[in-house]
């Protein structure tokens, strides 16, 4: 029995190796089937099926530069695979081992202790002693659990997870402060454009009041100045003094309300009428 359990500790070296180099074996190739063999790597004598699985899971789970657990799950699964086809698959996988150690400087020591003699031995097998080794074998790698590795696993996996989410959580809570700092800025910069524009357009007003008062204002001191230079009558200048005067106000008053044309005929009609009655008086 023991033979048989290192057996499938060696096939397990293999089949990693062939799983993560995709088939093609490197210059570390003997390495990793020597270090995930406990029996190469310390002659260890395993006392159980489920032994040889939970060593070699737990050798998968530390040694090597890819560690997973469901990839040591899949190499257990091509072990089986290798089982099913019989004793062919098995001697060919030993034949890879054996060129891998070839390869390597100081693991020819392993082919001469080891693969060798399985190599001579697996052929004289009968063929249902490799069935009734599958079958163990696959009810052993059914019932296998995290928990049973003794790696603490779950919990491992428990606390990453609580780290990845609290993580997440932070990065969200920092894309939700920039985005509303964000808004703000926004909110400000608009802010000040709206002062700015409104302050443009008070001064803009009042600049066009201005201009329209001192318009106006000149329009009408203009007018004035023209309508208040009529002549004066000759003898009479105490009486068209004084009624110029009188006659100022009242032009004003007009031009508030009526056009220059309007004020102008106005004053026309009383310049004549009161040139007829001085005219009157100089006759009396």
Not at 19 to 25: C, D, P
Not at 216 to 227: I, P, Q, V
Request: one cysteine or more; charged letters at 30%.
């Amino acid at each position: 029995m023991p033979v048989f359990l290192s057996l499938l500790d060696i096939l397990f070296g293999q089949c990693y190796d062939e799983r993560i180099s995709e088939g093609e074996t490197g210059p570390e190739s003997g390495w990793c089937v020597g270090k995930l063999s406990a029996t190469l790597a310390g002659c260890t004598k395993h006392k159980s099926l489920k032994d040889v699985v939970i060593s070699s899971i737990r050798r998968s789970l530390i040694y090597p530069l890819y560690r997973h657990w469901e990839l040591a799950i899949v190499v257990w699964r091509d072990v089986a695979n290798i089982l099913k086809v019989g004793k062919v698959a098995v001697i060919k996988s030993l034949l890879k081992v054996l060129a891998c150690f070839g390869e390597t400087e100081g693991y020819h020591i392993f082919s001469q202790l080891y693969i060798h003699d399985y190599l001579t031995w697996v052929q004289t097998l009968p063929n249902t002693h490799i069935s009734s080794l599958l079958d163990a074998l696959q009810a052993v790698i059914k019932g296998i659990s995290k928990s049973d590795v003794g790696l603490e696993l779950d919990e491992l996996e428990h606390a990453a997870i609580l780290t990845i989410n609290e993580q997440d959580q932070t990065t969200q809570d920092k894309l939700n402060i920039d985005d509303i700092a964000a808004r703000m800025n926004k909110v400000d910069l608009d802010s000040d454009d709206s002062d700015d524009d409104s302050s443009e357009e008070s001064g803009d007003s009042s600049d066009s009041d201005d201009s329209d008062d001192s318009r106006s204002s000149s329009n009408s001191d203009s007018g004035f100045h023209k309508l208040s230079s009529k002549p004066k009558v000759i003898g009479n200048e105490e009486l068209n003094t004084g009624k110029t005067s009188k006659e100022e106000i009242k032009i004003e008053e007009i031009a508030s309300q009526n056009t220059v044309t309007d004020v102008i005929e106005e004053k026309a009609t009383t310049v004549e009428g009161d040139d007829t009655a001085a005219t009157l008086e100089l006759v009396e």
